[in-house]
């Protein structure tokens, strides 16, 4: 099956910094969704971005569907920034739409 | 405009009962998802269904799990005879189809003691 691979697996942050999360893709896909998992476990959908970039308040995304990856940029970071984020991408199947997530970024944003 | 809705957020059952998992798609979308993360992991897939069909279950053990996604009500992901491994938090999204975004519950966290 598909290999999703996210990178850094963690990383801690002082606040007001910007950052980079990665997410890597071994095949060709149909979708990919970025998410943010918060300390309290909720899943909060961030960017629906098969293709190109798009831009929410501080954070933007780009995914490049041609060399599989997709960039996840978070500017002037807060505290509740902090916890989980994921990219899940879907493959053309049969049916529907269903996710393979990555292994996620854990992000700390310290004061 | 609810989202996609599910209960009980928190379960607890001990070892060898029953545990019910309901979820409630958002408006106007026909196709649930259930997914499951283990501790300290990522979130799989387990079985994708539309109404009174399960189209894809390659993510579901094959033993004790089962879904429905009947005409009337909700989703219902059942797990008899629940272990301890069973324990995570188990998410349910809906999307109106393939090439739709997925829409994501806040979860239940089932616990087994």
């Known amino acids: 099956g598909i290999q999703v691979e996210q990178s850094p697996p963690d990383l801690i942050l002082q606040e007001g910094a910007n950052s980079t999360l990665r997410c890597n893709f071994s095949d060709s896909v149909n979708n990919l969704q970025w998410f943010h998992q918060n300390p309290w476990g909720q899943l909060i959908n961030l960017f629906y971005i098969p293709s190109g970039t798009k831009q929410n308040g501080r954070l933007s995304a780009t995914t490049v569907a041609t060399e599989r990856y997709s960039l996840l940029y978070i500017s002037s970071s807060q505290t509740t920034d902090s916890g989980v984020y994921f990219c899940a991408v879907e493959i053309l199947t049969g049916g529907g739409n269903k996710l393979t997530f990555g292994t996620g970024t854990q992000l700390k944003v310290e004061l | 405009n609810a989202g996609v809705m599910q209960n009980p957020r928190h379960l607890v059952r001990r070892r060898g009962q029953e545990a019910r998992l309901r979820c409630s798609p958002m408006?106007?979308?026909?196709?649930v998802y259930w997914y499951r993360q283990l501790p300290e992991e990522g979130l799989k897939f387990m079985v994708y269904l539309q109404k009174e069909n399960i189209i894809d279950e390659s993510g579901m053990p094959k033993e004790r799990f089962s879904a429905e996604f009947p005409k009337e009500g909700p989703s219902i992901l059942r797990i008899q005879q629940v272990v301890r491994g069973d324990s995570a938090a188990y998410f349910c999204?809906?999307?109106?189809?393939?090439?739709?975004?997925?829409?994501f519950g806040p979860g239940t966290r089932l616990t087994v003691l």
């Open positions: 408006k106007g979308h026909s196709h």
């Open positions: 999204a809906s999307s109106q189809g393939q090439g739709d975004a997925s829409l």
